[in-house]
């Protein structure tokens, strides 16, 4: 379980250019301010994102002793690293941010939403739906009723989830692709941009086209 953070003031971890989308999202709340960036890059340190300085990585967030006393938002895409960066936080006394949503997302009735989970702009997420933790849910994206999102999932732009779609952990869901009520996705998959999935998808595949099936792995 992590601990409760209950400040405003949110650290960022990652500069790339989703972090420039997280603190854009963070700046349109009113809850909510950026109060520092890191980066394991060292190369990014002292650079700057919107007047928002690069501190340094990990070691210099724990040197800085606010895992303490300011919530983390893990601006990361790729879906792994943003786990392990996660796990690392949270297993040095951190904690996730709440939820952040950007003002014009529309949430509804009954959602749950997981700490350090990011709801870009445009997106809507219809009732019941269940978010796991540390997820991006990308701008325009829709994930309709009923849905199961499990944690460090990926729904990229454009992308929608039809009602009572189940995903699993660290999963892709491309850009602009469709994913037909009831189907069940596994762990680590990914689902290629503008891919139509008609039926279950096992852990770990790789699904391009319309219908989405799997790229065949090279012997």
Not at 164 to 188: D, F, M, Y
Request: net charge neutral; charged share 15%.
């Amino acid at each position: 379980m992590t601990k409760e953070v209950t400040s405003q003031e949110v650290l960022v971890f990652g500069a790339s250019g989703h972090a420039k989308v997280i603190i854009d999202l963070i700046e349109k709340t009113t809850q909510h301010h950026v109060r520092a960036l890191f980066d394991d890059n060292l190369t990014l340190r002292g650079t700057k994102i919107y007047g928002y300085e690069v501190m340094g990585g990990q070691a210099e967030l724990l040197a800085a002793d606010w895992l303490k006393t300011h919530p983390v938002v893990v601006a990361i895409g790729s879906n792994s690293i943003r786990a392990k960066i996660a796990a690392w936080l949270t297993g040095h006394g951190g904690a996730l941010s709440p939820a952040l949503i950007h003002p014009s997302a529309q949430i509804a009735r009954g959602v749950v939403l997981g700490q350090g989970t990011v709801v870009m702009a445009g997106a809507v997420i219809n009732a019941d739906s269940r978010v796991g933790c540390n997820v991006i849910v990308n701008t325009g994206a829709l994930v309709d009723h009923d849905c199961v999102i499990g944690d460090n999932v990926h729904i990229a732009p454009g992308a929608t989830l039809c009602g009572g779609v189940k995903i699993g952990n660290e999963t892709l869901i491309g850009a602009g692709s469709v994913v037909t009520p009831n189907v069940r996705i596994g762990c680590q998959a990914t689902i290629g941009a503008g891919a139509s999935v008609l039926n279950d998808i096992e852990d770990g595949l790789t699904v391009v086209g319309s219908p989405a099936k799997p790229i065949k792995q090279e012997k």
